[in-house]
């Protein structure tokens, strides 16, 4: 008599399916990004640990002025004297800072799991310490920056050395070049899928009547690519488009910027 579904029966072997390890740019943007979502909410915060980490500096303790006597009022401090901008000081910065340590940790501790480094014997230790130090290496220069900006005030409240940097004032050119800079992430991120459509649509055979062999439309188009490459397949050639519109966009914001501010010189 045959055994069916019986537990002495012979079974065949499971193997264990671990998760996939994700594209590491794709890795590294998520991790930077979620950070970066972060630092905009704790900023206020990061400029008060600043201000009240500067106070006193090489002073005996009673023998200086404290205009920060802990962190609720350190942030009144600050909003009411530098305004609701004052506590988002060195954001550009802090957020540069944190897109680069967060999504190089993060994207090398990811890319370690998914190369199975982390399964050897204190390699997750060994891992997440290189994945730190790594991050921290890198973002090292943002860092000095963010703090330069967020110690920097008004001389009636202002602590430490100030630097009293003008990098990004209204008519800087490095303001253009930054926003340009992050418009062309944005753009990047947003329109290559539609990109990666319009290039298969264009590209696809089509039959005696014209039609297209492979896709009907866009939405067809989006939910084959969808449905065979994955989401991944909607950003093929990321990199390139990037490479392409980040110069693009960067010289279109800087040459516009300098023609309107020349047009107003004129108009006045």
């Known amino acids: ?52 980490q500067l106070q006193g500096e090489l002073q ?27 506590l988002q000081k060195g954001l550009t910065a ?18 370690t799991e998914a190369t199975g480094l982390t399964d050897a014997p204190g390699g997750s230790l060994i891992s997440g310490a290189a994945a730190g130090a790594l991050g921290a290496f890198i973002a090292s220069p943002a860092y000095l920056v963010k703090t330069h900006l967020q110690a920097q005030t008004v001389a009636a409240i202002a602590v430490g050395h100030q630097h009293n940097h003008q990098w990004f004032g209204p008519h800087s050119c490095l303001t253009a070049l930054t926003a340009a800079m992050i418009s062309g992430v944005a753009v990047t991120i947003t329109m290559t899928p539609f990109d990666v459509i319009s290039t298969r649509l264009y590209n696809q055979p089509v039959d005696e009547f014209k039609r297209g062999r492979l896709y009907c439309g866009f939405v067809d188009c989006l939910m084959k ?15 390139p488009v990037f490479v392409r519109l980040a110069p693009h966009t960067v010289l279109s914001m800087l040459i516009w910027d300098v023609l309107r501010q020349r ?3 004129y108009r006045h």
Not at 4 to 18: H, L, R, Y
Not at 60 to 86: C, E, F, I, K, P
Not at 94 to 111: D, K, T
Not at 225 to 239: H, R, S
């Open 1 to 52: 008599m045959r055994l069916i579904n019986s537990p002495f029966a012979p079974q065949a072997p499971i193997t264990p399916v671990g998760p996939r390890g994700l594209w590491p740019p794709l890795d590294f943007t998520l991790g930077a990004l979620a950070c970066c979502g972060a630092c905009v909410f704790t900023n206020p915060l990061e400029v008060v640990k600043t201000r009240l």
């Open 60 to 86: 005996a303790r009673g023998s200086y002025q404290r205009h920060y006597r802990g962190v609720l009022q350190a942030l009144w401090v600050v909003g009411s004297t530098d305004g609701l901008r004052g």
């Open 94 to 111: 802090a957020l540069l800072y944190q897109g680069l340590m967060n999504g190089v940790r993060l994207g090398f501790y990811s890319y």
């Open 225 to 239: 690519v969808c449905a065979t490459e994955g989401i991944l397949g909607l950003y093929k050639g990321m990199t």
């Open 263 to 265: 047009a107003l010189l």
